[in-house]
């Protein structure tokens, strides 16, 4: 069972995901390019971080997947993760992508750091280093794609974490020039 303020958080993720939009918007919506069910583990050669990824780990499948909406990594046991799928859409170069993720509040048993970095193909979109420990928190993060890229290419999500932690990428979406 999730903590309330856990709940709750996700609930404000959900709810600052919703932009309404007034009848004469002529804007074009955004288009989802991921789903959270499509994520699959990337294989060494395709990982997009090889300098951090631990010779041995163990990521077994019950330590991620879809949970409320979002693709979910616990970090108890799955210390590195690297998941990959094809996006749903074509990207334009100078497009607008947002990407939507939070983490829950971050422990280790002495002070570490944590890396996250989402992208797609070449491109890194978003990536911070984490203090560890740290207060939950929501990322909303905007950039503009730097070169065009067609259906089918491959996202990636990227977490390498200290400690027993909870990481949720909710979405990316690209709202067309």
Do not use: K
């Not at 947002?98 to 002495?110: F, K």
């Not at 740290?134 to 259906?151: C, F, K, R």
């Amino acid at each position: 069972m999730r903590e309330p303020r856990t709940l709750a958080l996700m609930v404000m993720v959900m709810v600052a995901g919703c932009r309404p939009q007034a009848v004469a918007d002529t804007a074009a919506e955004p288009v989802a390019l991921l789903t959270a069910a499509g994520w699959e583990v990337m294989s060494a050669a395709a990982d997009p971080f090889p300098q951090e990824r631990p010779a041995s780990f163990e990521c077994p499948d019950w330590c991620y997947g879809e949970e409320g909406g979002g693709f979910e990594v616990n970090t108890d046991i799955c210390v590195y993760g690297a998941f990959e799928q094809p996006i749903a859409a074509p990207v334009q170069a100078g497009d607008r992508l947002v990407v939507n993720l939070w983490h829950e509040s971050l422990w280790a048993p002495e002070p570490a750091e944590a890396h996250v970095a989402i992208g797609v193909g070449d491109q890194r979109l978003w990536e911070a280093s984490i203090v560890i420990p740290s207060e939950a928190n929501v990322i909303l993060a905007e950039t503009e794609a730097e070169v065009s890229l067609p259906a089918g290419s491959a996202a990636w999500v990227h977490i390498h974490n200290h400690g027993g932690n909870s990481y949720q990428f909710l979405s990316l979406s690209v709202e067309p020039d």
